[in-house]
């Protein structure tokens, strides 16, 4: 029982890194079907990978938050993350702007609004304040129910 | 007998009347209901948002002298199947680029709703003799606007497959220089559903 359960592990591992693969640059992300098969992404071995990572529980995880003022004087946040689910994740995110004492600033633009991540991708989005009293930002994210 | 008949009678009233659908409030904040195949105000705050965000974002509209620029509101024409006051959506967005403080809004001369038409009859009161023409505007006090905001709201129908419908909405606006006709900003944000073709898009 212990041998199948280690070998079991072994086959996780071997395909969970094999799917893991890089492109020659970072910044091109060559997906599953377009790229060449390999041991740990191929026909048989993808639904496998897919269902193990849905197992586990991959999702989307933010990487880096930039902060700035535009030419407009206006805060710019820009979010960076990367999608460690096999499948897309829609999410949404909401922003509220905060003055110089913490208070939320009031808008029309405090939405939830909608984002993308595609599967083993990185990801980004901008957002941009509408007034220049905003000094600070609080963002909060929520499954997108309105997207399949 | 009559007892329990009157028990089933009662049961069954209780049972119907639980059935009913109750009417709540939406959390319009954090409202994650499903999508409708029909423009939800959902869908509205979303392209205003997308919309007033790239406009103000720009820098577009953003004087180099701290002045602010003058903007009336044109037109924004419905092209869809659905009742849309156009107003409203615009309200929103006019709201919000007021609140920027890099242009303000003219009621003097637009489209629709923008133009408050008492600031001409405010006019008419020149020699009347029962105002103080003090508090009269004068001649030339009015501004004329710099930019104007216009745009469309368009639907595109499309059969998916047999039982399945796409419908795209299109929000287009532009900002254009009165003076020059150049347009300094424009932008498009589409909304797409997909739903049952029993469900009708208007």
Redesign the interface.
């Known amino acids: 029982m212990k041998t199948l359960l280690l070998i079991a592990c072994m086959i996780a591992s071997v395909v969970l890194i094999g799917c893991n693969e890089q492109s020659s640059d970072s910044r091109v992300v060559v997906q599953d079907k377009v790229k060449s098969d390999n041991l740990g992404g191929n026909a048989v071995t993808r639904p496998i990978v897919a269902a193990i990572s849905a197992v586990v529980g991959h999702g989307v995880e933010v990487k880096d938050v930039t902060v700035k003022r ?5 805060l ?1 946040v820009n979010v960076k993350g990367y999608n460690k689910a096999y499948s897309t994740k829609q999410f949404e995110y909401f922003m509220e702007w905060l003055d110089k004492d913490g208070a939320v600033i009031e ?8 984002v993308s991540a595609v599967a083993r991708s990185n990801f980004s989005f901008k ?2 304040a ?3 009293e905003a000094v600070d930002f609080r963002m909060n994210t ?2 997108n ?3 399949k | 007998m009559k007892t329990i008949l009157s028990l089933i009678l009662l049961s069954i009233l209780f049972a119907l009347t639980g059935c009913v659908q109750e009417t709540r409030n939406i959390d319009m ?2 409202d ?4 409708v195949l029909g423009l939800d105000y ?1 869908d509205f ?2 392209a ?3 919309m ?2 790239s406009m ?4 577009r ?2 004087k180099n002298d701290g002045s602010r620029y003058v903007m009336a509101s044109g037109r924004v024409i419905n092209d869809t199947m659905q009742r849309i006051d156009t107003d409203q959506l615009m309200a ?2 006019e ?2 680029l007021l ?4 242009v303000v809004m003219t009621s003097a001369v637009g489209s629709g709703d923008a133009v408050d038409q008492l600031v001409h009859d405010n006019r008419d009161l020149r020699d009347n003799e029962e105002f103080d023409q003090s508090s009269v505007a004068a001649k030339g006090t009015l501004l004329a606007p710099d930019l104007s905001v216009s745009g469309k709201i368009l639907q595109r129908n499309i059969n998916y497959d047999k039982k399945t419908q796409q419908v795209e909405y299109y929000f287009q606006l532009k900002v254009t220089d009165m003076k020059s006709g150049l347009r300094f900003w424009q932008k498009e944000t589409i909304i797409g559903k997909r739903g049952s073709k029993k469900s009708v898009a208007w």
């Open positions: 535009n030419d407009a004087d206006l710019e808008s029309i633009t405090n939405k939830w609004m909608p957002t941009v509408t007034t220049p929520r499954k129910r309105k997207v | 904040v954090n994650d209901a499903k999508a959902r705050d979303q205003a948002t997308e007033v965000r103000i974002g720009s820098g509209l953003r929103k967005i709201e919000e609140n920027s403080g890099q």
